[in-house]
């Protein structure tokens, strides 16, 4: 027996197949053949079909399965009958033919199962053994890959277009417009009418501080709008001076993300000479208004916040304005389904409220009485609503209910409905009538006491406990003689 040094192995076949294997007899050849392709068959010197093994029942469902004693080559397409010819003409006892793939229509109607084939010629007889492997699932890749290229190639393609739509838009407006890195605070591009404005050429800009193109005085002014920027979704006419030029500019802007970075879009808008004072008085009036210790917030017709002062972001406990924009007003103001919609059907109905009782709710659970005024800022579109909200706080002398101020009035009492619990009310209730009603008593008497009690049904000494209770004035020395059947 040979130790397999002597020959070295060829491709597609063994290096001494007759000393290792044998003779091999049919049936286990017929096995192996069968075993180790998807279709194996043996073809008559005709090229008809004379035996046939799938190796599921899948494929041969798929194919149709009824090929003996047809032409192999009637099995296949008609684009690649040829290869079954060259198949065929090939196929030698010597060397496998090359691997070819046909294609067989689909007895289900679907798409052609494609098959690949390789053919070899048994030397005693004049037969040819054809073996072929199923590439259902390659081809399913393979298209799958080609659809998700061509979607590619239209995305770019989309991208591509969008891209150059901006780009030249970007290019020929007329408004100034910058693209600013968030982080570095270092310029990317100007567009032309930017570069025009500053006086620097576009092509040597980028990379340049941000901050150098403006007067030192306004830089801080600078980073206010960049901090500004990246917390609200949009910051609009911050006054700035532009370096050099002396020429004022508002500068609006919005944060975006591009390339995993933040960026800033930054538009300018040159303010006209005659405006220049009417602009700057408004600026200071804006500061004002932020600025002021009472609170101030604008409100839009659907009732959500536009824009707050500190004031109000100190009264509604919250950090900054923007987890206030957009929110509903009455997460803070007034009492749930009460104050708000009275507020604001009086501010639909005359235009202004003033001296309107309610609360603010913070978000750390505080209450707090205040005393809203409020004006509807009529406009082209929907309305708009300006409150100003003064906390009304404690007054010297004043009684507690609840902590909450006792109302010296029946009338008063509608303010505290919702912010006091019904027991305590009853009970405070029922202790002003009967001060209101002795001081009555008093009134009518002139001050007898003997004749108020008399007249309120009580007896002396509980009129007198009475008038302790309520601090309605200093009791005589004679006091403690009186009886003791009093209410």
Same mark, same amino acid.
């Given at each position: 027996m040979s130790d397999g040094s002597s020959a070295s192995p060829a491709k597609g076949r063994f290096s001494d197949a007759k000393e290792h294997l044998g003779v091999m007899d049919a049936v286990t050849t017929g096995a192996l053949v069968a075993v180790a392709a998807d279709v194996s068959l043996v073809v008559d010197k005709e090229g008809a079909i004379i035996d046939v093994a799938f190796s599921n029942a899948d494929l041969a469902k798929e194919l149709g399965g009824k090929w003996l004693g047809r032409r192999w080559a009637d099995l296949v397409t008609s684009e690649t009958r040829p290869k079954i010819d060259d198949l065929l003409h090939e196929a030698n006892p010597r060397e496998p033919t090359r691997w070819r793939q046909v294609n067989h229509p689909s007895a289900s109607g679907g798409a052609d199962v494609p098959v690949r084939y390789c053919a070899v010629?048994?030397?005693?007889?004049?037969?040819?053994?054809?073996?072929?492997?199923?590439?259902?699932?390659?081809?399913?890749?393979?298209?799958?890959?080609?659809?998700?290229?061509?979607?590619?190639?239209?995305?770019?393609?989309?991208?591509?277009?969008?891209?150059?739509?901006?780009?030249?838009?970007?290019?020929?407006s007329n408004e100034p417009v910058a693209i600013v890195d968030a982080n570095s605070q270092r310029i990317v591009e100007l567009n032309p009418a930017a570069a025009t404005l500053f006086g620097v050429d576009p092509r040597r800009i980028s990379g340049t501080s941000f901050n150098e193109l403006f007067e030192t005085r306004s830089r801080q002014a600078i980073q206010s709008f960049i901090a500004a920027a990246r917390l609200a979704p949009r910051v609009d006419n911050v006054m700035v001076e532009i370096a050099a030029k002396g020429v004022r500019v508002?500068?609006?802007?919005?944060?975006?993300?591009?390339?995993?970075?933040?960026?800033?879009? =930054?538009?300018?808008?040159?303010?006209?000479?005659?405006?220049?004072?009417?602009?700057?008085?408004?600026?200071?009036?804006?500061?004002?208004?932020?600025?002021?210790?009472?609170?101030?917030?604008?409100?839009?017709?659907?009732?959500?916040?536009?824009?707050?002062?500190?004031?109000?972001?100190?009264?509604?406990?919250?950090?900054?304005?923007?987890?206030?924009?957009?929110?509903?007003?009455?997460?803070?103001?007034?009492?749930?389904?009460?104050? =708000?919609?009275?507020?604001?059907?009086?501010?639909?109905?005359?235009?202004?409220?003033?001296?309107?009782?309610?609360?603010?709710?913070?978000?750390?659970?505080?209450?707090?009485?205040?005393?809203?005024?409020?004006?509807?800022?009529?406009?082209?579109?929907d309305p708009f609503y300006g409150l100003t909200i003064r906390a009304v706080g404690w007054r010297p002398g004043s009684e507690r209910l609840g902590g909450r101020e006792l109302p010296r009035t029946v009338e008063h009492f509608i303010d505290l409905v919702g912010r006091v619990p019904l027991k305590s009310l009853v009970r405070e209730t029922t202790d002003l009538i009967e001060r209101l009603c002795i001081e009555a008593a008093l009134e009518l008497t002139h001050d007898n006491r003997a004749a108020a009690a008399e007249m309120l049904g009580l007896s002396r000494q509980g009129f007198y406990a009475k008038l302790r209770r309520y601090g309605l004035g200093d009791l005589g020395e004679d006091d403690s003689a009186l009886d003791d059947d009093g209410v």
């Amino acid at each position: 027996m040979s130790d397999g040094s002597s020959a070295s192995p060829a491709k597609g076949r063994f290096s001494d197949a007759k000393e290792h294997l044998g003779v091999m007899d049919a049936v286990t050849t017929g096995a192996l053949v069968a075993v180790a392709a998807d279709v194996s068959l043996v073809v008559d010197k005709e090229g008809a079909i004379i035996d046939v093994a799938f190796s599921n029942a899948d494929l041969a469902k798929e194919l149709g399965g009824k090929w003996l004693g047809r032409r192999w080559a009637d099995l296949v397409t008609s684009e690649t009958r040829p290869k079954i010819d060259d198949l065929l003409h090939e196929a030698n006892p010597r060397e496998p033919t090359r691997w070819r793939q046909v294609n067989h229509p689909s007895a289900s109607g679907g798409a052609d199962v494609p098959v690949r084939y390789c053919a070899v010629r048994i030397e005693t007889e004049s037969r040819v053994v054809a073996v072929g492997r199923d590439l259902r699932a390659l081809a399913a890749l393979q298209r799958r890959l080609a659809d998700a290229q061509q979607d590619m190639e239209r995305e770019y393609a989309r991208i591509r277009d969008a891209e150059k739509r901006y780009r030249l838009l970007f290019q020929l407006s007329n408004e100034p417009v910058a693209i600013v890195d968030a982080n570095s605070q270092r310029i990317v591009e100007l567009n032309p009418a930017a570069a025009t404005l500053f006086g620097v050429d576009p092509r040597r800009i980028s990379g340049t501080s941000f901050n150098e193109l403006f007067e030192t005085r306004s830089r801080q002014a600078i980073q206010s709008f960049i901090a500004a920027a990246r917390l609200a979704p949009r910051v609009d006419n911050v006054m700035v001076e532009i370096a050099a030029k002396g020429v004022r500019v508002l500068i609006s802007g919005s944060l975006f993300r591009q390339d995993s970075a933040a960026h800033l879009l =930054v538009l300018f808008s040159r303010v006209e000479a005659g405006a220049g004072p009417r602009s700057e008085q408004d600026a200071n009036l804006l500061q004002m208004v932020v600025a002021m210790p009472e609170a101030f917030v604008v409100i839009s017709s659907d009732l959500r916040v536009v824009s707050a002062n500190a004031a109000f972001l100190d009264l509604a406990q919250v950090g900054v304005e923007a987890q206030t924009r957009g929110e509903k007003i009455e997460r803070w103001l007034g009492r749930p389904s009460i104050d =708000v919609g009275i507020l604001f059907a009086n501010l639909r109905a005359h235009g202004a409220v003033r001296h309107f009782s309610t609360i603010v709710r913070g978000e750390l659970g505080s209450n707090e009485d205040v005393e809203v005024a409020g004006v509807l800022l009529p406009g082209a579109g929907d309305p708009f609503y300006g409150l100003t909200i003064r906390a009304v706080g404690w007054r010297p002398g004043s009684e507690r209910l609840g902590g909450r101020e006792l109302p010296r009035t029946v009338e008063h009492f509608i303010d505290l409905v919702g912010r006091v619990p019904l027991k305590s009310l009853v009970r405070e209730t029922t202790d002003l009538i009967e001060r209101l009603c002795i001081e009555a008593a008093l009134e009518l008497t002139h001050d007898n006491r003997a004749a108020a009690a008399e007249m309120l049904g009580l007896s002396r000494q509980g009129f007198y406990a009475k008038l302790r209770r309520y601090g309605l004035g200093d009791l005589g020395e004679d006091d403690s003689a009186l009886d003791d059947d009093g209410v």
